[in-house]
T-cell receptor, first 113, second 114 residues
Framework: ETGVTQSPTHLIKTRGQQVTLRCSSQ?????VSWYQQALGQGPQFIFQ???????GRGNFPPRFSGLQFPNYSSELNVNALELDDSALYLC????????????FGSGTRLTVV | AQSVSQHNHHVILSEAASLELGCNYS??????LFWYVQYPGQHLQLLLK??????LVKGIKGFEAEFIKSKFSFNLRKPSVQWSDTAEYFC????????????FGGGTRLMVKP
């Protein structure tokens, strides 16, 4: 089975810019969640997508948005980047009813300068 | 809001030593509990999970965890660590009524000296 793949692996952006991160879910998984992991901290839940709709959101502002496509892949978009957005962004896929069998990707390291 | 605390931020052990990593959560309702491991340069991997039933849960690579409801704890244990267990360990909680969202602790970085 394929795992979760994320692209790009590393990215440097300037404050105020916009960024799009991509995630391909594991084969057979229909739900995608995004997490932000700041340096030295645990991952924090951003939001989850199921059937192409947002299905739960953490404490993140509206400039964090996402999409899920019919093939269950997903994008995370962040507008008006701030320095504090520098973090590792993790994508996790799962299948509803699979008792939270999350599979995590290796993440995208975003640096905002 | 619920929170998860991992009190040990850094742990250094010698090979064959026993390991116990603490995890406490703050939520009075039904919870699902997880331990994840992140080896250097790799993605988060599930070590074990607890949903219901026997509070002593066995996971991969010889790890186990015990859910103690009265203490709101889910500590991770391993009787004898190996150098290959060097990694960062994360406890995570899902509230029974909060969909699939996981709340993670801050992590414990374990270094095992050969």
């Amino acid at each position: 089975e394929t795992g979760v793949t994320q692209s790009p692996t590393h990215l440097i952006k300037t404050r105020g810019q916009q960024v799009t991160l991509r995630c391909s879910s594991q084969s057979g998984h229909n739900t995608v969640s995004w997490y932000q992991q700041a340096l030295g901290q645990g991952p924090q839940f951003i939001f989850q997508y199921y059937r192409e709709e947002e299905n739960g959101r953490g404490n993140f502002p509206p400039r964090f948005s996402g999409l899920q496509f019919p093939n269950y892949s997903s994008e995370l978009n962040v507008n008006a980047l701030e320095l504090d957005d520098s973090a590792l962004y993790l994508c996790a896929s799962s299948n509803t009813g699979a008792n939270y069998g999350y599979t995590f990707g290796s993440g995208t390291r975003l640096t905002v300068v | 809001a619920q929170s998860v605390s991992q009190h040990n931020h850094h742990v250094i052990l010698s090979e064959a030593a026993s390991l116990e990593l603490g995890c406490n959560y703050s939520y009075g309702g039904t919870v699902n509990l997880f331990w994840y491991v992140q080896y250097p340069g790799q993605h988060l991997q599930l070590l074990l999970k607890y949903f219901s039933g026997d509070p002593l849960v066995k996971g991969i690579k010889g790890f186990e965890a015990e859910f103690i409801k009265s203490k709101f704890s889910f500590n991770l244990r391993k009787p004898s660590v190996q150098w290959s267990d060097t990694a960062e360990y994360f406890c995570a909680v899902n509230l029974g009524d909060a969909g699939n969202m996981l709340t993670f602790g801050g992590g414990t970085r374990l270094m095992v000296k050969p």
